[in-house]
């Protein structure tokens, strides 16, 4: 029997896992220095979470959930995304009420799960950054939460980015919307993909997002929901605009553009590269928006969110593409070299003391010469090796040897015992 990972799924080994980690915590830094803190929920929600706010026409509800009946028979799915459990939280806590500073800002990070078929940059598990922003209703929060995915990007080292937004109004632009949309589709009905022709009655904004062939001519020339925008969408939108120049962050706006999830509304925006890397043309790295529904929707009060979410592993396949470096620690501060037999007791103090001091510190547990020692040394990128024979431990000192400039000295071991910051530059 040989075991294999689940389909979709991947280990991430040391030597990616420094990638991983330098994406974490850049993407830390930044969002603390825009005040977002970390919110864990559980990988795992009651299905209804996810049906009730992704929409049951969505992909990922129709095709994408991965769920399960658990030995209670409670219907659980593994997260697909981030913002319905961080709603979910937001409304169980109370986080809305009056002791709660407002915007209430969060951040989270970690794996997601969607049954794909899986293919380059597209896994059953995967993992997103994302942020969530609840609790104001104005334009300058979501030119925040956009230049903070912007930003992070850039951080990254990725430098050839597109913004594209899109607004979706309020409630009277979509249903004004919606009718012009059926309206202009329905003549065309026979001609839909089937997915289309599901969701022509129950949500036709989706059909905007079809990627079958015979869609595109009709999504291409379907009327755009600029034309139906209320005052007060309008009004949202100039000042997203106006903000977004005040940050000369440039951006495209394009009206076609709707999001996966059902719950947006105002503020879209995608955040593309069209790095070879992820496909031909441009791909989105970066996705998101604002919300005023969904927190009502899961049974908290009328609260507002604009939030985002980012692919970890496509930010990496980019990042690798457009060949950015990402520092890697990769230097031992000290190799400790036994010689003979007697030494192992004084290598592993040795070492120990020097960890406990803070230092990186290796040795050797295979019983090898002294010359294989000092070559795992070297493959170890040490900075010192620090040796020790039967007359070093019969006269307590260490044989120091400083790699760079092949200076060696004698140490007394009590010193490296007591003092390892004072020997160890
Ligand atoms: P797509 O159109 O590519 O299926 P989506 O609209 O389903 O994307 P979102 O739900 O907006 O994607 O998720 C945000 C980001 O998460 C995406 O831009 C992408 O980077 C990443 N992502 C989504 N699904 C997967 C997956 N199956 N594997 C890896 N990354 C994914
Ligand atoms: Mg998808």
Redesign the pocket.
């Known amino acids: 029997m040989r075991y294999q990972r689940p389909k979709g799924t991947a280990d991430i080994l040391p030597g990616d896992s420094e990638k991983w980690q330098y994406v974490e915590e850049t993407a830390r830094q930044v969002f603390k220095t825009y005040q977002f803190k970390e919110i864990r929920t559980p990988l795992f929600e009651n299905f209804e979470v996810f049906s009730r706010s992704a929409g049951d026409t969505s992909?990922?509800v129709t095709k994408e959930m991965y769920d399960f009946h658990d030995k209670g028979d409670r219907h659980i799915t593994l997260r697909p995304?981030g913002t319905a459990g961080v709603v979910r939280a937001f409304v169980e806590n109370k986080l809305y009420g009056p002791q709660v500073l407002k915007p209430y800002k969060v951040y989270y990070m970690g794996p997601?799960y969607?049954y794909?078929r899986p293919q380059s940059?597209?896994?059953?598990e995967?993992h997103?950054l994302g942020v969530e922003a609840f609790g104001s209703e104005s334009a300058a929060l979501d030119v925040e939460v956009i230049a903070m995915g912007y930003n992070l990007l850039n951080k990254f080292g990725l430098a050839d980015l597109k913004l594209v937004i899109n607004t979706l109004g309020d409630q009277q632009t979509r249903d004004d919307y919606r009718q012009a949309l059926i309206d202009y589709l329905e003549p065309h009905f026979e001609e839909l993909s089937d997915d289309s022709k599901e969701r022509l009655h129950k949500n036709p904004l989706r059909v905007l997002d079809s990627?079958a062939p015979e869609d595109q001519k009709f999504v291409e020339a379907a009327p755009s929901i600029l034309d139906y925008l209320s005052d007060d969408a309008k009004t949202h939108f100039e000042q997203t605009k106006t903000y977004l120049e005040a940050l000369e962050i440039p951006y495209e706006i394009d009206a076609t553009m709707v999001?996966?999830?059902d719950y947006y509304n105002h503020t879209i925006f995608?955040i593309m590269t069209n790095s070879r890397a992820l496909g031909q043309g441009y791909t989105?790295?970066?996705?998101g928006g604002r919300y005023n529904g969904l927190v009502k929707e899961l049974g908290g009060p009328e609260v507002s969110g604009v939030g985002f979410?980012?692919?970890v592993?496509?930010?990496l396949v980019l990042m690798d593409a457009e060949g950015v470096e990402v520092p890697m620690d990769n230097q031992l501060d000290v190799y400790v070299v036994g010689i003979g037999d007697t030494a192992s007791a004084t290598t592993l103090k040795l070492a120990q003391a020097l960890r406990t001091a803070g230092f990186t510190a290796e040795r050797d547990y295979l019983d090898r010469k002294p010359k294989a020692q000092f070559k795992s040394a070297d493959r170890l990128n040490a900075r010192y090796t620090m040796t020790v024979g039967e007359a070093e431990i019969e006269g307590q000192v260490v044989n120091l040897k400083e790699m760079a400039t092949g200076n060696e000295t004698q140490v007394a071991m009590a010193d490296v015992y007591k003092n390892a910051k004072q020997v160890i530059k």
């Open positions: 992909d990922i995304e997601m969607r794909e940059g597209r896994l059953r995967f997103q990627k999001r996966g999830l995608e989105t790295i970066c996705a979410g980012l692919g592993e496509r930010l």
